[in-house]
């Protein structure tokens, strides 16, 4: 019977890892329509001049006003991670998506707290 060196089971090892992930990103699926129906009413919720202040900030420097980052918030973190993800499998699919990633969650937890903000001054106190 045959015995493999440390060496060939490395190499064994090395290629399964690699095809486990390489193929997976290289195979393209037709979207469920659960998922369309979902990525569809995600961009419902938000006007088109707010997706195009998040793109910009996303690809170059922070330009969403403050009405858009509610909006942006409101629209759901589920929402967000979603479009952001199928940008990136397509008009965005140039950029680094490490980075665009990155810069989608500083987008994301800037809005959230300006939202908290927000809110919490809008809110009635509780001390009166």
Known sequence: M???TG??????????IATMTILPG???LAPS???FMFL???KSRLHARCGKEIFITIIKEWSISDRCCMEFVSMGQSCHFALVNKAL????SKLNKLDALTKSSEIWNQCFELSQLL???TSPSSEE
Do not use: V
């Open 33 to 35: 329509p659960s998922n």
């Open 119 to 121: 809110s919490s001054a």
């Open 26 to 28: 290289l195979a393209t």
């Open 7 to 16: 060496y060939q089971t490395s190499a064994i090892l090395i290629f399964a």
């Open 40 to 42: 569809e009413e995600c």
């Open 2 to 4: 045959a015995r493999f």
């Open 89 to 92: 499998s397509g008009p965005l």
